[in-house]
């Protein structure tokens, strides 16, 4: 069974709202960094427009439902993407409201849908059963999503 | 967990500032119509509707991505009654109004232009004080 662990990425607290990530089984980076990692060099500039976005919803907007490519994962599950201007490329969050952001991975998208895209697919089913384990901890109290959108309790839960 | 974010540091350090701005002046704009839209308590698909548009078009305005033309922001206004553009000065002249009442002669609710260009130029200073201690944000 594996473990995540919620981190905060604190360069996005500029105060319209808190974006958190994911590591995975103990890792120094989460899926964020990754995610980063995977792409800089040939999609600087699309990276470049999905951090700027963040900037501006993290620091002024809050996360509005209509920034985000909604519906990405089942119904419900608050799974959507953000994209560059030119939908080159996907990253995919779980969204709580106007208020908290949870980054996954993603990547370049290619196909018609992320279903055809391996990597994409994986990516997005990741973050998927991360919403499910999220539910199940806010539900049994585990964790709680504050006012301001941080989260508290315990930020180590099993997926 | 103590994480190394310098990739990101240097991915947006090498960002044009001005591309930077446009998308986030895109985005800001695209949350000003969002605002008055459920200021107005109108939907997506009214607004599309009053304006001959398909709703799939509004969405495209919404979306954070769209740079809009001036003239789609004018009949913007004009369907959802706002005004993009508004400036201070239109709360100036309301603020003179409230100021004048104090004065005799004046009637509440109205003034003559060359009275308001004289409070303006001769007693500007006075009037800006004023005018920014009485005039809402």
């Given at each position: 069974m594996s473990k995540i662990e919620l981190v905060e990425l604190?360069?996005?607290?500029?105060?319209?709202?808190?974006?958190?990530s994911v590591a995975v089984d103990g890792a120094d980076f989460t899926l964020y960094d990754r995610f980063l990692e995977e792409n800089e060099g040939d999609s600087n500039?699309?990276?470049?427009e999905i951090m700027t976005k963040l900037n501006t919803m993290s620091g002024k907007t809050g996360f509005t439902d209509t920034f985000f490519k909604l519906n990405e994962g089942r119904p419900g599950d608050g799974l959507c993407a953000i994209t560059d201007l030119k939908g080159k490329l996907r990253l995919y969050c779980i969204r709580f409201g106007n208020i908290l952001l949870v980054l996954g991975g993603g990547g370049p998208k290619t196909t018609r849908t992320y279903q055809e895209d391996s990597k994409l697919l994986s990516e997005n089913l990741l973050l998927q059963s991360v919403s499910d384990a999220m539910a199940e901890a806010i539900k049994e109290k585990d964790i709680k999503i504050e006012e301001d959108g941080s989260l508290t309790g315990d930020l180590v839960i099993e997926l | 967990m103590k994480r190394n974010n310098t990739l990101a540091k240097s991915i947006m350090a090498s960002a044009d500032p001005v591309k930077?701005?446009?998308t986030e002046t895109r985005m800001l704009v695209a949350q000003m119509l969002h605002d008055y839209l459920g200021l107005r308590d109108i939907s997506r698909q009214s607004l599309?509707?009053?304006?001959?548009?398909q709703p799939s078009e509004v969405s495209k305005w919404l979306s954070g991505d769209h740079n809009f033309t001036i003239d789609t922001l004018s009949d913007i206004g004009y369907y959802l009654d706002v005004d993009f553009f508004a400036r201070k000065e239109t709360s100036m002249f309301r603020c003179i109004?409230?100021?004048?009442?104090?004065?005799p002669g004046v009637r509440a609710g109205e003034f003559e232009s060359w009275r308001v260009s004289q409070y303006i130029f001769v007693g500007n200073d006075y009037m800006t004080n004023k005018k920014l201690e009485k005039c809402p944000a």
């Open positions: 604190e360069e996005f607290r500029r105060g319209a709202g808190r974006v958190y500039e699309e990276l470049v | 930077v701005k446009r599309a509707g009053k304006m001959g548009k109004e409230e100021i004048e009442l104090s004065r």
